[in-house]
T-cell receptor
Framework: GAVVSQHPSRVICKSGTSVKIECRSL??????MFWYRQFPKKSLMLMAT?????????EQGVEKDKFLINHASLTLSTLTVTSAHPEDSSFYIC??????????FGEGSRLTVL | AQSVSQHNHHVILSEAASLELGCNYS??????LFWYVQYPGQHLQLLLK??????LVKGIKGFEAEFIKSKFSFNLRKPSVQWSDTAEYFC????????????FGTGTRLLVSP
């Protein structure tokens, strides 16, 4: 199947700093990518839909100024957690689709904010 | 708004036991239904999907699921589990207007003892 790669897989940062997570579709082009957040022992929560060449669409309750999403090309979307705080510590997962009705997920990125 | 509920949060089985994980969704329109699996330390992988047609869907690794429209259910089954099936299983749904954002259930953690 198609491959979606995330980088970094783990990141530790100090409170107040910003962290960028990349999501790449390695063998297909994705006009739309999705960013999820997974809380411990809970399900995946959709944060935003990333649209290539236009602004991301954020879900209700997600701060767009804190979670900046840029989808600059058909194979790359980035999520930047700005001025990170300990409560932003979580597992962030991206997904992308081939347009044939199936989504492929990245490996996830575990963010720890000290 | 759509929602997906998985009734079993934790399931413990012995090898060769049969498995059935419940999934119900709340949406009156046409939906696409998915089961994803997340093995320890790995990313989400698609087990099977239902878009239309035969409501009994067969997926990878011997899993199958049955879509019962009248019950808004899409239960996952496997006749005989293996130790390697230990993982977390997520049911997900999206409206039948493309592969847009998935709404996930809370997940079921399956532990298969040898």
């Amino acid at each position: 199947g198609a491959v979606v790669s995330q980088h970094p897989s783990r990141v530790i940062c100090k409170s107040g700093t910003s962290v960028k997570i990349e999501c790449r579709s390695l063998d297909f082009q994705a006009t739309t990518m999705f960013w999820y957040r997974q809380f411990p022992k809970k399900s995946l929560m959709l944060m935003a839909t990333s649209n290539e060449g236009s602004k991301a669409t954020y879900e209700q309750g997600v701060e767009k100024d804190k979670f900046l999403i840029n989808h600059a090309s058909l194979t790359l979307s980035t999520l930047t957690v700005t001025s990170a705080h300990p409560e932003d510590s979580s597992f962030y997962i991206c997904s992308a689709g081939t347009g044939l009705g199936e989504l492929f997920f990245g490996e996830g990125s575990r963010l720890t904010v000290l | 708004a759509q929602s997906v509920s998985q009734h079993n949060h934790h399931v413990i089985l012995s090898e060769a036991a049969s498995l059935e994980l419940g999934c119900n969704y709340s949406y009156g329109g046409t939906v696409n239904l998915f089961w994803y699996v997340q093995y320890p330390g790995q990313h989400l992988q698609l087990l099977l999907k239902y878009f239309s047609g035969d409501p009994l869907v067969k997926g990878i690794k011997g899993f199958e699921a049955e879509f019962i429209k009248s019950k808004f259910s899409f239960n996952l089954r496997k006749p005989s589990v293996q130790w390697s099936d230990t993982a977390e299983y997520f049911c997900a749904v999206t409206m039948n207007t493309g592969f847009q954002k998935l709404v996930f259930g809370t997940g079921t953690r399956l532990l298969v003892s040898p």
